[in-house]
């Protein structure tokens, strides 16, 4: 029968009896556990562990849950012994006929690991209501203890919120009996949940011990045991556990499922705030039985190697202040430029739909707004660490707010609608807001889609509309009751104020914002308000913007920055979260508006500007030209477009930062150097020059670096070259790169490159002037036959064919003997997806063979598939799948 068990070894199986010295069972009561343990057969192989590993599994899944622990905790490179436990009554261990309770589980485990003589250093591991189990022996046995691991569980249920609608239909009892006993539908409902399914080998491995009603009895009475409220018989000793952790203090690692219907990130929420120094990992896409939709075992003996083995200890997340001298928070320029001549001068201007300015706000006027929403803020229970998700569009509301949180010490989680509605979903949940401030659409998203939250609209709302969408206030009462609250003329802005200092700690936690999405779902970006503070004074120092100069923001992040740069800022009347709805009369309005003077907005923005360039009036066109200084990020410019939109800016400095979320911005160059970039890579005399998009060079406070490629495509090394022509991934260390990913632990640890470096899954090289050119993601490096191929330069030629609008090189088929295929938007587009034409085809291969690439299928589509927030990053993995498909004669529908 264990040979049938697919991932496991026969040789890890194992009963023990056990002496009882407590609980349900008389004092002596022998009791036959099963267990799968690994420890015999690293003792025969002479093999000394670094510790043990003590697996508890929930209900209703067994010590199979554990296999993959097993299986690497047997390689003689990172041996660990690890021991999977059946709880009684559960799995393979002895069917009882008794009703244990949680503290009579706990109480087994700690006769089982006394009959066992397990020795520390012992890291316990539970999922579901094992994690509970786990939870409690290790309080009991911190003597032994070096760290705790939890998977899908909980240890707490909010009084406020019922428990959840799978395990309150279980408990009915009109259910109970039926579904968890006398029928396997408990067992049948939780392997479904498996994302993706379970194969049938592995389903029918689970099913294997709960086979006949006989078997089920404890699956039942699990359930059962669950505490409901405070007068269940375990609710006791459940609490025990809950408040226990607030005092454990050892390493912790959370690996977690989003997609569980049981233990929703709510509950990793709840844990969190009982072990804020854990290291959590969320693994999108994947569900309740999180160690059978992912392989977790990587992520754990990484975690036992840097937290366990090497005596590391906490992570980094267990912050401690840094040095404050000379430290100036992002929000400092507001206060001086309050209190100083400036004062009564234009600080945030709002544009209304029609062009015309529709609100602003002096920086006194500013400072005082912020001053009472903060005050507001503070007396509805926003504090330091508070999660305050904003979904508010750049104007004078969010300025307001977000200020007003960053100075109260609360966390500002940044995801716009740009996600879409399924990420902009997954993203919010994920961040586990504990606050959302938003418009009504904003509002009635989260109440139609679960955004735990306590909600605050922008505006005050009639009572029916509040009590609908569940909204507890407004911004405008909190401003109203802040301004009330009185301070003595003692402000958010003055450092000696009773009701606001001290300041924040510089390495607290200040903001997540998220990326684009392009290169898989969104992940937050944790930083601090050290790293927002560098952030400002980088951008000021490369680009030379100083208060009283004048911001149009066509990027929500530039939006609000401009405060903090002291300068004056509007949005153009568009959203912003579709770039290219920016028009040339918008821009020139909101321009005009405050006689601008720098403008910043993506290329799919300044696409549309120069197409809608006809549509505007004279006026428009003189505060175009009045413009010194453009700014385009988000992704690469083409040259030819920046020639346009010089016409149209004449007077200004065309700049292409290049960065991302994790550091913004990296490197800078400007159209003229663009310009002699491009002229060098064409007369072949700059060595390293072309291949790529010249992105320049580092700008104030960064340093640069590449990790060379293997011939597998991947960067395995660790140690940074900056030598001409070596293309590898590129690192970028700097005061305002990202503390962490939020909650995506494995990733950040991923993301580290050497010591102070972070890497940023962009591939490219250096000339021998220093300047970078990026070559495209280390994700869409072909991996053909016989070289490399990065995509970018064969990219760039494709689309210098005045017949092709935008082109993908991606790979086909199996990694190593990838096929180059050309994915082209043609001019005009064409209707139909599929094999192009032999004209079209050829031009395509002789185009992409004088940038060295053999391209061997062109295929064509109306139009790239781009990501939602910047309508400019093609979707190259999505690309390779669709166009895998075609070429074996699939039909070619759209990418």
Same mark, same amino acid.
């Given at each position: 029968?264990?040979?049938?068990?697919?991932?496991?070894?026969?040789?890890?199986?194992?009963?023990?009896?056990?002496?009882?010295?407590? =609980?349900?069972?008389?004092?002596?009561?022998?009791?036959?556990?099963?267990?799968?343990?690994?420890?015999?057969?690293?003792?025969?192989?002479?093999?000394?562990?670094?510790?043990?590993?003590?697996?508890?599994?929930?209900?209703?899944?067994?010590?199979?849950?554990?296999?993959?622990?097993?299986?690497? =905790?047997?390689?003689?490179?990172?041996?660990?012994?690890?021991?999977?436990?059946?709880?009684?009554?559960?799995?393979?261990?002895?069917?009882?006929?008794?009703?244990?309770?949680?503290?009579?589980?706990?109480?087994?485990?700690?006769?089982?690991?006394?009959?066992?003589?397990? @020795?520390?250093?012992?890291?316990?591991?539970?999922?579901?209501?094992?994690?509970?189990?786990?939870?409690?022996?290790?309080?009991?046995?911190?003597?032994?203890?070096?760290?705790?691991?939890?998977?899908?569980?909980?240890?707490?249920?909010?009084?406020?919120?019922?428990?959840?609608?799978?395990?309150?239909?279980?408990?009915?009892?009109?259910?109970?009996?039926?579904?968890?006993?006398?029928?396997?539908?408990?067992?049948?409902?939780?392997?479904?949940?498996?994302?993706?399914?379970?194969?049938?080998?592995?389903?029918?491995?689970?099913?294997?011990?709960?086979?006949?009603?006989?078997?089920?009895?404890?699956?039942?009475?699990?359930?059962?045991?669950?505490?409901? @409220?405070?007068?269940?018989?375990?609710?006791?000793?459940?609490?025990?556990?809950?408040?226990?952790?607030?005092?454990?203090?050892?390493?912790?690692?959370?690996?977690?499922?989003?997609?569980?219907?049981?233990?929703?990130?709510?509950?990793?929420?709840?844990?969190?705030?009982?072990?804020?120094?854990?290291?959590?990992? &969320?693994?999108?896409?994947?569900?309740?039985?999180?160690?059978?939709?992912?392989?977790?075992?990587?992520?754990?003996?990484?975690?036992?190697?840097?937290?366990?083995?090497?005596?590391?200890?906490?992570?980094?997340?267990?912050?401690?202040?840094?040095?404050?001298?000379?430290?100036?928070?992002?929000?400092?320029?507001?206060?001086?430029?309050?209190?100083?001549?400036?004062?009564?001068?234009?600080?945030?201007?709002?544009?209304?739909?029609?062009?015309?300015?529709?609100?602003?706000?002096?920086?006194?006027?500013?400072?005082?707004?912020?001053?009472?929403?903060?005050? =507001?803020?503070?007396?509805?229970?926003?504090?330091?660490?508070?999660?305050?998700?904003?979904?508010?569009?750049?104007?004078?509301?969010?300025?307001?707010?977000?200020?007003?949180?960053?100075?109260?010490?609360?966390?500002?989680?940044?995801?716009?609608?740009?996600?879409?509605?399924?990420?902009?979903?997954?993203?919010?949940?994920?961040?586990?807001?504990?606050?959302?401030?938003?418009?009504?659409?904003?509002?009635?998203?989260?109440?139609?889609?679960?955004?735990?939250?306590?909600?605050?609209?922008?505006?005050?709302?009639?009572?029916?509309?509040?009590?609908?969408?569940?909204?507890?206030?407004?911004?405008?009462?909190?401003?109203?009751?802040?301004?009330?609250?009185?301070?003595? =003329?003692?402000?958010?802005?003055?450092?000696?104020?009773?009701?606001?200092?001290?300041?924040?700690?510089? @390495?607290?936690?200040?903001?997540?914002?998220?990326?684009?999405?392009?290169?898989?779902?969104?992940?937050?970006?944790?930083?601090?308000?050290?790293?927002?503070?560098?952030?400002?004074?980088?951008?000021?120092?490369?680009?030379?913007?100083?208060?009283?100069?004048?911001?149009?923001?066509?990027?929500?992040?530039?939006?609000?920055?401009?405060?903090?740069?002291?300068?004056?800022?509007?949005?153009?009347?568009?959203?912003?979260?579709?770039?290219?709805?920016?028009?040339?009369?918008?821009?020139?309005?909101?321009?005009?508006?405050?006689?601008?003077?720098?403008?910043?907005?993506?290329?799919?923005?300044?696409?549309?500007?120069?197409?809608? &360039?006809?549509?505007?009036?004279?006026?428009?066109?003189?505060?175009?030209? /009045?413009?010194?200084?453009?700014?385009?990020?988000?992704?690469?410019?083409?040259?030819?477009?920046?020639?346009?939109?010089?016409?149209?800016?004449?007077?200004?400095?065309?700049?292409?930062?290049?960065?991302?979320?994790?550091?913004?911005?990296?490197?800078?160059?400007?159209?003229?150097?663009?310009?002699?970039?491009?002229?060098?890579?064409?007369?072949?005399?700059?060595?390293?020059?072309?291949?790529?998009?010249?992105?320049?060079?580092?700008?104030?406070?960064?340093?640069?670096?590449?990790?060379?490629?293997?011939?597998?495509?991947?960067?395995?090394?660790?140690?940074?070259?900056?030598?001409?022509?070596?293309?590898?991934?590129?690192?970028?260390?700097?005061?305002?790169?990202?503390?962490?990913?939020?909650?995506?632990?494995?990733?950040?640890?991923?993301?580290?490159?050497?010591?102070?470096?972070? /890497?940023?899954?962009?591939?490219?090289?250096?000339?021998?002037?220093?300047?970078?050119?990026?070559?495209?993601?280390?994700?869409?490096?072909?991996?053909?036959?016989?070289?490399?191929?990065?995509?970018?330069?064969?990219?760039?030629?494709?689309?210098?064919?005045?017949?092709?609008?935008?082109?993908?090189?991606?790979?086909?088929?199996?990694?190593?003997?990838?096929?180059?295929?050309?994915?082209?938007?043609?001019?005009?587009?064409?209707?139909?997806?599929?094999?192009?034409?032999?004209?079209?085809?050829?031009?395509? &291969?002789?185009?992409?063979?004088?940038?060295?690439?053999?391209?061997?299928?062109?295929?064509?589509?109306?139009?790239?598939?781009?990501?939602?927030?910047?309508?400019?990053?093609?979707?190259?993995?999505?690309?390779?799948?669709?166009?895998?498909?075609?070429?074996?004669?699939?039909?070619?529908?759209?990418?």
């Amino acid at each position: 029968m264990i040979a049938d068990w697919p991932g496991v070894d026969a040789r890890w199986s194992r009963e023990v009896d056990v002496t009882s010295t407590s =609980g349900t069972d008389a004092p002596g009561t022998l009791r036959r556990w099963h267990l799968l343990d690994n420890g015999p057969e690293l003792t025969r192989r002479g093999m000394v562990p670094a510790g043990t590993l003590l697996c508890v599994h929930g209900n209703p899944t067994w010590s199979y849950l554990w296999r993959s622990l097993l299986a690497a =905790g047997s390689d003689p490179t990172h041996p660990w012994r690890v021991v999977a436990v059946d709880q009684l009554d559960m799995g393979l261990s002895e069917r009882t006929g008794t009703f244990r309770r949680l503290a009579d589980r706990i109480n087994d485990l700690g006769d089982l690991t006394d009959a066992l003589a397990l @020795d520390g250093p012992v890291v316990s591991v539970g999922h579901d209501w094992g994690g509970v189990v786990s939870l409690g022996w290790a309080l009991a046995h911190q003597h032994q203890l070096a760290g705790v691991v939890l998977t899908n569980t909980a240890v707490h249920q909010p009084a406020h919120s019922p428990i959840p609608p799978a395990l309150r239909l279980a408990l009915h009892p009109a259910v109970h009996q039926w579904g968890t006993t006398t029928s396997d539908a408990f067992l049948r409902v939780t392997h479904s949940l498996a994302h993706p399914p379970l194969p049938p080998d592995v389903r029918n491995a689970y099913m294997a011990p709960y086979r006949g009603a006989s078997r089920r009895a404890g699956v039942g009475n699990f359930v059962a045991d669950i505490p409901t @409220d405070a007068s269940h018989p375990s609710f006791a000793a459940l609490d025990g556990v809950a408040e226990g952790l607030r005092g454990l203090d050892v390493p912790a690692l959370m690996l977690w499922g989003p997609r569980d219907p049981i233990f929703s990130d709510r509950y990793l929420k709840d844990l969190i705030t009982r072990l804020p120094h854990a290291d959590v990992h &969320r693994y999108e896409g994947a569900g309740h039985l999180v160690a059978e939709d992912r392989n977790i075992a990587p992520a754990v003996f990484h975690w036992l190697a840097t937290r366990i083995t090497d005596g590391r200890g906490h992570a980094p997340g267990a912050r401690t202040s840094g040095e404050t001298a000379g430290f100036k928070p992002l929000w400092a320029p507001l206060g001086d430029l309050a209190e100083g001549p400036s004062a009564g001068g234009t600080a945030v201007v709002e544009m209304a739909p029609d062009g015309s300015a529709a609100r602003s706000l002096t920086w006194k006027q500013l400072a005082q707004d912020v001053d009472h929403l903060a005050a =507001g803020l503070r007396e509805a229970g926003v504090g330091p660490g508070s999660r305050v998700s904003l979904m508010v569009p750049p104007g004078v509301d969010l300025t307001v707010a977000l200020y007003a949180c960053l100075r109260l010490g609360a966390v500002v989680v940044v995801a716009d609608a740009g996600l879409g509605t399924k990420g902009l979903s997954r993203a919010v949940k994920g961040a586990t807001p504990d606050f959302l401030i938003g418009i009504d659409k904003a509002l009635a998203a989260a109440r139609a889609l679960g955004w735990a939250a306590r909600l605050i609209s922008v505006r005050d709302l009639p009572a029916a509309r509040r009590q609908l969408l569940g909204v507890e206030t407004s911004l405008a009462a909190l401003a109203r009751a802040g301004a009330g609250l009185g301070d003595g =003329g003692q402000g958010v802005w003055s450092r000696d104020a009773n009701a606001f200092s001290p300041d924040p700690d510089p @390495d607290s936690a200040a903001a997540v914002l998220f990326t684009s999405g392009s290169t898989g779902p969104a992940k937050g970006v944790l930083y601090t308000h050290r790293q927002l503070a560098a952030m400002r004074d980088t951008v000021a120092e490369t680009f030379g913007i100083q208060p009283g100069h004048r911001l149009v923001a066509g990027f929500a992040p530039f939006a609000l920055l401009g405060p903090a740069l002291g300068t004056v800022s509007v949005t153009p009347a568009m959203d912003v979260t579709a770039p290219r709805t920016l028009t040339a009369r918008a821009l020139a309005d909101a321009a005009a508006a405050i006689d601008a003077t720098v403008v910043f907005a993506s290329p799919a923005a300044l696409r549309n500007v120069v197409a809608t &360039r006809s549509a505007l009036s004279a006026e428009g066109t003189e505060a175009l030209g /009045r413009i010194k200084l453009l700014l385009s990020a988000g992704a690469p410019v083409p040259e030819p477009l920046l020639a346009e939109v010089q016409q149209l800016l004449p007077a200004a400095s065309l700049h292409t930062p290049y960065g991302m979320t994790e550091a913004l911005p990296v490197t800078d160059i400007s159209l003229e150097q663009i310009q002699a970039a491009a002229a060098d890579a064409e007369s072949g005399t700059m060595p390293g020059a072309g291949n790529g998009v010249c992105v320049g060079w580092p700008v104030h406070g960064a340093r640069i670096a590449v990790i060379p490629l293997a011939p597998d495509g991947t960067a395995p090394g660790a140690t940074p070259v900056t030598e001409a022509g070596t293309t590898g991934e590129i690192l970028v260390s700097a005061p305002h790169v990202k503390e962490a990913y939020d909650r995506l632990w494995l990733t950040d640890q991923v993301s580290a490159g050497p010591a102070g470096w972070h /890497r940023t899954g962009d591939v490219g090289h250096f000339d021998v002037d220093g300047r970078l050119w990026v070559e495209g993601r280390l994700a869409h490096v072909v991996t053909a036959p016989d070289a490399l191929v990065t995509p970018v330069g064969a990219e760039q030629a494709i689309e210098r064919l005045d017949c092709i609008r935008m082109a993908a090189v991606v790979g086909v088929g199996p990694a190593g003997t990838q096929a180059v295929a050309a994915v082209v938007e043609t001019d005009p587009p064409t209707r139909k997806a599929g094999p192009a034409g032999m004209q079209l085809a050829g031009k395509v &291969r002789d185009a992409a063979r004088s940038a060295g690439v053999s391209v061997a299928a062109v295929l064509v589509v109306p139009a790239q598939p781009t990501d939602i927030r910047h309508n400019a990053k093609i979707d190259r993995t999505r690309l390779s799948r669709w166009a895998s498909s075609v070429l074996a004669g699939g039909r070619p529908g759209t990418p």
